[in-house]
């Protein structure tokens, strides 16, 4: 009887031992998790305080009535209000202003959201997402004026007269008549769309981003979930004539931006819908990006992931900034890899924050951001900043510091 309750009293302890020892293993854990998420919080607060520097810089730069692009050969290249770009300047102002609470970027925003507003009626472009809630989209966010939604609205409408029903996508490039020509980037303006319906109860702006991503599913993908960048209907039978490319190293090559603006524009697309076929889709999107053998260690993408010069080609820190958004996103979605994503994410972020990828204060023509690649094809704005690469590392920061903030109240 003695020997039995020995080996009872044995085994008891063995299991206290055990338990203690997994409590205290899952506690140092998360105290690591939180830690890390401490350490990069404090990274990313240093980098809003000198995108501050760095946009106060540029403002007094930028012509009234005009948008920064780039900086190149010494000087700042600047838009009219109807180029692509045009929103992501005041939407960065915004971005900045809710980290730093500087009311000098929030009313730049303002005055730039002004000479921005006439593009509410623009019909000759597809990327009224990028100009318009990118833009007034945040702006709406922070103050909810009636003016934000309707210029939102009717910007909608513009869009949504460029969607082919027999097609079944939104044209993206104008062309000759026999062409109608749709690129990857076109899933990005389709949140417009979304916000469009949940404002006005009008389910025709809905059914329209359905439709178009439906049909880019169809047939913009590689059975490997990489993307082409363009694809030329038919416009009067739907059918596809071609697929090519226009800033990618080749037809056939994975175009470093586009498989970025495929997977965000798919989780995009699960978020409003709740469609699971849309976030397999944008995790069949992750998967090619981060288990591809010529993703480098430092996760700043190639321009393009079939670049012939690889290891030697150029890095495109815009696409890493777009991945590490929508990966902070899709992790919301994916439980399974969600740690997976957050850490690439949490990598791309620290990386683009090393003095490699980062400006110092007071260069760079005010750009945060160095080595992007708008067009090499095209001979564009090649390894230079871009408004937009500041635009999406901005988000993806913001992003993750909310995240932070949850992961900080669920361990308490």
């Known amino acids: 009887m003695n020997g039995n309750l020995s080996i009872i009293m044995k085994n008891i302890n063995v299991t206290i031992l055990f338990l203690f020892l997994s409590a205290l293993f899952t506690t140092c854990v998360a105290q690591k998790n939180n830690a890390s998420f401490k350490n990069l919080n404090s990274t990313i607060i240093q980098d809003f305080n000198e995108a501050d520097s760095q946009y106060r810089l540029m403002m007094k730069e930028v012509p009234a009535g005009r948008f920064p692009k780039t900086f190149e050969h010494d000087s700042l290249e600047t838009s009219g209000p109807g180029w692509w770009c045009s929103g992501f300047y005041p939407g960065s102002l915004l971005y900045i202003f809710e980290a730093t609470k500087d009311s000098s970027l929030y009313y730049e925003a303002l005055r730039k959201l002004n000479d921005l507003k006439q593009e509410q009626y623009n019909k000759t472009t597809h990327d009224l997402g990028f100009m318009m809630y990118c833009s007034f989209g945040n702006a709406y ?5 009636e003016q934000y939604k309707s210029i939102l609205i009717n910007s909608a409408k513009s869009l949504a007269t460029r969607f082919n029903p027999l097609v079944g996508c939104i044209k993206s490039w104008d062309s000759k008549p026999g062409d109608f020509l749709v690129i990857i980037d076109n899933m ?16 025709s702006f809905y059914k329209i981003a359905v439709t178009h991503a439906n049909t880019t599913m169809k047939n913009h993908f590689r059975p490997d979930y990489s993307s082409y960048h ?3 209907y038919n416009p009067v039978t739907g059918a596809v004539q071609e697929k090519r490319t226009a800033q990618g190293a080749a037809d056939s090559s994975a175009w470093a931006r586009g498989q970025a603006w495929g997977l965000y524009g798919f989780t995009v697309m699960y978020r409003e819908t709740k469609d699971k076929k849309y976030l397999e889709q944008a995790n069949h999107i992750a998967d090619f990006i981060l288990n591809n053998p010529n993703l480098p260690k430092d996760k700043i993408p190639y321009w393009d992931f079939d670049a012939p010069n690889i290891p030697h080609a150029l890095r495109d820190a815009s696409a890493a900034a777009i991945i590490a958004s929508a990966l902070l996103e899709l992790s919301k979605y994916n439980k399974a890899k969600s740690e997976s994503y957050i850490k690439v994410a949490t990598r791309i972020i620290r990386n683009l924050s090393s003095p490699e990828y980062k400006a110092a204060v007071g260069t760079n023509g005010g750009f945060l ?9 095209g001979h564009s704005e090649v390894d230079v900043p871009l408004t937009y690469a500041d635009y999406y590392f901005f988000e993806a920061m913001k992003r993750y510091r909310e995240l932070e903030k949850n992961k900080s109240t669920d361990l308490k």
Request: glycine content about 6%; overall charge neutral; cysteine-free.
């Open 141 to 145: 966010k922070i103050d909810s004026a």
């Open 230 to 232: 363009v694809v030329n």
């Open 188 to 203: 990005m303006n389709l949140e417009l769309l979304f916000w469009a319906t949940k404002a006005t109860g009008d389910s």
């Open 369 to 377: 951001l160095k080595h992007s690649v708008g067009s090499l094809p």
